[in-house]
């Protein structure tokens, strides 16, 4: 059965940091493209980043570039996001995505809150 399981996620304050993480079961993680979205309270859900299968080619959203990393290791078949320089504005449920072509998995999301 193929799972996602999003973890690493709680409360930190502006400008500390934190790791998540997204442990695929089931399937190879690197025969998808692994996203990570996030959702703010009354907001649409939108993209942070993603690592494409294969090359590993990297994206993120405009307003992250410099403080968001996304890695995997495939050994242990999971999918990082690396979150420096937190904001009050960062704070949502993450979400983890595996994507090709006609399929589509997530994960339960993990809840990350910025505040002092």
């Known amino acids: 059965q193929l799972q996602l399981v999003e973890s690493g996620g709680g409360l930190v304050q502006p400008g500390g940091s934190l790791t998540l993480a997204c442990a695929a079961s089931?399937?190879?993680?690197?025969?998808?493209?692994m996203n990570w979205y996030r959702q703010a309270p009354g907001k649409e859900r939108k993209l942070v980043a993603y690592?494409?299968?294969?090359?590993?080619?990297?994206f993120y959203a405009d307003s992250l570039k410099g403080r968001f990393t996304i890695f995997g290791d495939n050994a242990k078949n999971t999918v990082y996001l690396q979150m420096n320089n937190l904001k009050l504005e960062d704070t949502s449920v993450y979400y983890c995505?595996?994507?090709?072509?006609?399929?589509?998995?997530w994960g339960q999301g993990t809840q990350v809150t910025v505040s002092s």
């Open positions: 995505n595996a994507h090709r072509s006609g399929e589509d998995y």
């Open positions: 089931g399937f190879t993680f690197s025969s998808y493209t």
């Open positions: 690592i494409t299968k294969g090359e590993g080619s990297t």
